[in-house]
C-alpha cells in the first residue's frame, strides 16, 4: 500500500503542498508480497566453529617488551559450518571443512601488509579478508561462489583470545550472477 504524507505551507500568500510517498504494511492486508528485490530465490543460515593455528608470534612492542594485543590473524583459520535454518529445497550443501592462511608480508617499502588464501579448493571463486572486530579478536569473511555465480556463501568466523573460533555464515541463491571478479 503505498501512503502519502503531506505537509502544506503558505509561502508570502501562496498555499504550497510538499508530499512524499513510501510503501508501508498495513495491519489489514498483511505484509507487502512481491519478488524480492536482490533476486534471491531461497536462504540458509549457519553457526561457525572451528580453531585458529598462529603461524607467527605477535609483536613485541620495541619501546618496553610488551607483546601486543588485540587483532593477530596470522595463521591457518580452520572451521566447520552447521546448518541453522533454511528455506531452500534442497538444502545446500555445505563441505565438511572450510580453511584459510593468513599471511604477514612487507612490501619493497617495508609496509606491513596481510595475504590471505582460501586453502580449501583455491580453484574456487573466493573472497577472503580479515580485519579487528567482531564479536573477537579478530573477524574472517570467507566468500565463496559457485561456478554459474548463482549459489553464494558468506562465512564469517571470529577469533576469540583462547584461539577458538565461532561466528555465523549464510547461503543464498539467487536468479543472476552475483560473482563481479577479482
Known amino acids: 500500500m503505498l501512503r502519502i504524507a503531506g505537509v502544506r505551507a503558505v509561502v508570502l500568500g501562496t498555499l504550497a503542498t510538499l508530499g512524499t510517498g ?13 519478488p524480492d528485490m536482490i533476486g534471491r530465490v531461497c536462504t540458509a543460515q549457519y553457526a561457525v ?18 607483546t601486543l594485543t588485540g587483532c593477530w590473524p596470522i595463521g591457518v583459520w580452520t572451521f566447520q559450518v552447521q546448518q ?9 550443501g555445505i ?12 612490501d619493497a617499502d617495508g609496509i606491513q601488509y596481510q595475504v590471505t588464501t582460501y586453502m580449501t579448493d583455491p580453484t574456487a571463486r573466493n573472497r577472503v579478508k580479515v580485519s579487528q572486530g567482531g564479536d573477537g579478536l579478530c573477524e574472517g569473511e570467507l566468500n565463496l561462489f559457485s561456478t554459474d555465480g548463482k549459489e553464494v556463501w558468506i562465512l564469517k568466523p571470529e577469533l576469540y ?16 550472477d552475483q560473482w563481479i571478479g577479482d
Open 22 to 34: 513510501c510503501l508501508v504494511d498495513s495491519i489489514d492486508e498483511g505484509p507487502a508480497q512481491g
Open 49 to 66: 566453529t572451528g580453531s585458529f593455528q598462529q603461524t607467527m608470534p605477535r609483536p613485541v612492542n620495541p619501546e618496553d617488551g610488551t
Open 84 to 92: 541453522e535454518q533454511t528455506d531452500c529445497s534442497p538444502a545446500p
Open 161 to 176: 583470545a583462547d584461539n577458538h573460533l565461532g561466528g555465523d555464515g549464510e547461503y543464498s541463491l539467487h536468479k543472476s
Open 95 to 106: 563441505l565438511p571443512q572450510y580453511q584459510f592462511r593468513v599471511e604477514e608480508r612487507l
